[in-house]
Each structure stands twice: as structure tokens, then as C-alpha cells.
């Protein structure tokens, strides 16, 4: 049996179906705050009485394609606001999304942040749509930064979309695709490259222990380190750039650098016979190792897992 | 007072739909491969003429869009041919309208007979609507539309990713805004 995962409820709020009856009186006060439905909508803001809030209700939210719902507190089961998608285009996989928390006094408390995340889960994963798309007003920059949070890339912008108390709004477009929801949370992956340096007269014989001995690839520099002296190398994705510092008595340090290696003990010969003394490392379970200094005095470890 | 009729260009004319005579023409349309997929982002069908009839007939009996949606024609001032399409969406609140323009067969592209559409079109959103701006939403593939609407002036102004599907693969749907000033100084 599959785990059913619940698309409409989250910690504080669900999506439950919209109702005109029930829902009638609260959207004819919300329609009373002129202030806030102008966030909602570019359209001439009009007071409505719950006759009319009922009857457009059930005009456009009735139909069998709407997806639409109201967002309700899990505590108290108070209905705060509505959510849904509109100008949803099947076989574009594409949809635009509008959000509003009707009443001030539930601003501010992360409630549209729940409700959108419960929508793009249902549109991304239920609805298998490729982009969700928005038009904010530039001003509204608590709701800009709210889509920006969520992963929203802005796309452009509509100039003076709008004019209110003579000053021309712009309107923004963003949009959201499917692989770039949920937005990744900050992790470090794995390590990219290291770097170690050599005295700056040393870099031919830094090449060749780095590339001919080692047995990494040199691979370009990008053109703005051009003119910085050293070099970067590859090896299996991962990379070693080797720079230059000189006065340094790199004998001395112990940070160190492990290569993991097949056939250790021909390394270990490899090693010395390029000049470099090799010394036994503390045994660990499940490798064996050993350890040197590069040409430049630089701490290296040789380690190959053994079975066990 | 200026008596110019203001749906009339040099060769073209605005006019209304004809419900009973244009589906006989539009269906020859929505046959070839290119019209639908250059004029509009709704999924293509072949549609027959008496599907449009029934369609037009439908939309004559509710009147609800009439405050905000022209669903105009191009014709030929000569013959009186039907060669286009021309429909404009009004967003009254905002003052911005959307339009969207295409001529249905290839043979009649290319004579600058959408070029005066457009123009008799922009006169009649910016001088009779009143309206502040006019925008346009063109799919990615269509070069020919990018290229016609930003030499009338059109700024592109949004590019949303990867919204449309068509030809097997994904495309941006480019929004395109005129704004009055604009228009009148290149008028």
C-alpha cells in the first residue's frame, strides 16, 4: 500500500471546498476593505453584499474545471482566505496561481506561505504541472519576497500596468517549473576542490607530480584567473587547483590532503622513488595507508580500503 | 469634428463577425497546419463550419462577454473578403487591453494587410477605449510575430519559461507591452 500523502492539510491550515452559502457573508466584508482587495485585484474594487459575493461564488468556483478552495485554520476552523489555480491549460501542463488572506488580522503570520506550498504540492505532484505562474504588483513587495522565499523566479515585468492615486504600478510575472520546486534547502554536497600551493619557482615540477606522477588532468582556468599563477587539475569531477606562496615552511603543517588509491604498496614505491620519504600512518580499521610530503614539503595520504 | 471612419485602413477593414458566413471560411483555416499554432496557444483541432456556427450562436444568446471582449474581423476593403482575425480583451480596471491579430491564409500574409489591422486597431484602443497600454502574448516559435509587433513599437516585457507546449517540445510565451506615450510618438 502506497503512503497517502495528505494534499490539503499542513501544520496550521487546510484547503477545504469552497461554499457560497457558508462563505457569502465573510467575502461581502472582505469586500469592504478597499485597501486589501487592492492587492488582490487589478480590477475597480466595489463593495458587494453577500448576495452578490454568493451568486459570482458560484458562477465562477462551481464549474467542474475550477480549482478553487477556501483555506481554513486546523485550530478553530476559522476561513481565512482562498486559494486556487486559474488559467490552467492542459496541454501546456501550465497554470497561473492567486492566493488572498481576506481578513488583516491573519496578516503577517505565515498563513499564504502554508496555503501556497499546499497548492504547488498539489499542482506539481497531482496535477503534474510543468509551471505555475503569478502576477503580483511590484509594490506588494511583502508578497514578492514571499514568492522569491518559495522559489518563484521573476520573469519580467508589465510596465505601468496600472495607474492608482495618479502613481503607475507595475506588475511582475513570475513563475515557478516543476524541477525547481520544492527549493532545495542550504546543504553543502560534497567537496568541489582543494587547494594547495607550492613556492612559486616550482610549478613545472609541481605539473609533474601533480599530473604526470598522480595522474591528474590540467584542465583551463577560467579567463579572469588568467593571469594568476598556477594551475587546476581534474580527477573524477573533483578538482585540485595548485597556486603559489612563497616563505612558507610547508614542512610544518599538518593539514593534509588523502588520494584514495588502488594497488597502495606500488604507490608507496612510486612515491619514494620521485624523492619522497614515506612514513607508516596510525592503523585504522578497514584501510591501509601510508603517509608522505609531497616535493613542497605539502602532507599527502595514500588510503585504499581493504576487505574486511 | 473628424468624420473618418476609424475601421477603415487603405485596404483592410475592421468589422464585426459574421456568425453565418464567416465559419464557412474559418473552418478552411483551422484545417491548415499553421494557423491556429501562429494565432493563438489553445490546443489545435480541425473545427467545421457548422461547430463555429453552433459556437457563435451560443455566445450571441449570453452577451456576457460584450463589455470587454471584441471578437473582430479583418476584410478586404475591395472584395470584402474575410482574411483575419482580430481580437481584443479589455481589462477595464487596469486600462490595458490584450490583442491578438492573425491573417488566416499564408498567400495573404506578407501584403502589410496585418500591418494596417494593427494600426486601426491601436487607434481604436488608444483613441476610442481610452486604454493606457496593449499587450500581446506571442509563443517563442513565432519569429515572424516577435519581429512584427516589436517593429510597431511593442517592448517586450516578460518571458515566461518553459510555458507552452507544442511540436513535441517546451517554449517561452513572450508578453509584449505598447504604452500610449509610446504610441503617440511613433504615431
Known sequence: MINIPDRFTSDRIRLIAIDAERDGDLMARWSNDAGMMRLFDSDVPRPRVARQTRSETERWAYRDTALEWAIQTVDGEVIIGRIGLHRYRPSHRAADFHVGIGDRAHWGKGYGREAVTLLLNYAFGEVDLHRVGLIVFAANERAVALYRKLGFVEEGRWRQFLRRDGVDQDVLVMGILRHEWPPASPAVRRIHHVQVCVPSTELDSARAFYLNLLGLREIDKPGSLKDKRGFWAELDGQQLHVSTEDGVDRNRTKAHIAWQVSALAAWRAKIEAAGCATLDSIVIPGYDRFEARDPFGNRIEFIQAVAP | ?187
Open chain 2, 1 to 187: 469634428m473628424n468624420d473618418i471612419n476609424i475601421y477603415e485602413g487603405e485596404r483592410v477593414r475592421l468589422s464585426a463577425l459574421d456568425p453565418f458566413k464567416d465559419p464557412e471560411v474559418e473552418a478552411v483555416w483551422s484545417h491548415t497546419p499553421d494557423f491556429l499554432a501562429l494565432y493563438s496557444v489553445e490546443l489545435q483541432r480541425p473545427t467545421s463550419a457548422h461547430q463555429l456556427k453552433k459556437r457563435y450562436e451560443e455566445r450571441e444568446k449570453n452577451h456576457e462577454d460584450d463589455a470587454y471582449e471584441f471578437d473582430l474581423r479583418i476584410r478586404l476593403r475591395a472584395d470584402d473578403r474575410l482574411i483575419g482575425v482580430l481580437g481584443i480583451w479589455v481589462e477595464w480596471g487596469a486600462g490595458n487591453g490584450w490583442l491578438r491579430l492573425g491573417i488566416g491564409l499564408p498567400e495573404d500574409r506578407r501584403h502589410g494587410f496585418g500591418r494596417e489591422a494593427l494600426a486601426l486597431a491601436l487607434r481604436y484602443m488608444f483613441d476610442e477605449m481610452n486604454l493606457r497600454r496593449v499587450m500581446i502574448g506571442v509563443p517563442g516559435y513565432n519569429d515572424a510575430a516577435l519581429a512584427f509587433f516589436a517593429a510597431a513599437g511593442f517592448k517586450v516585457e516578460a518571458r515566461q519559461r518553459e510555458t507552452l507546449f507544442r511540436f513535441g517540445r517546451r517554449w517561452d510565451e513572450v508578453n509584449l507591452g505598447l504604452l500610449r506615450a509610446e504610441w503617440e510618438a511613433a504615431r
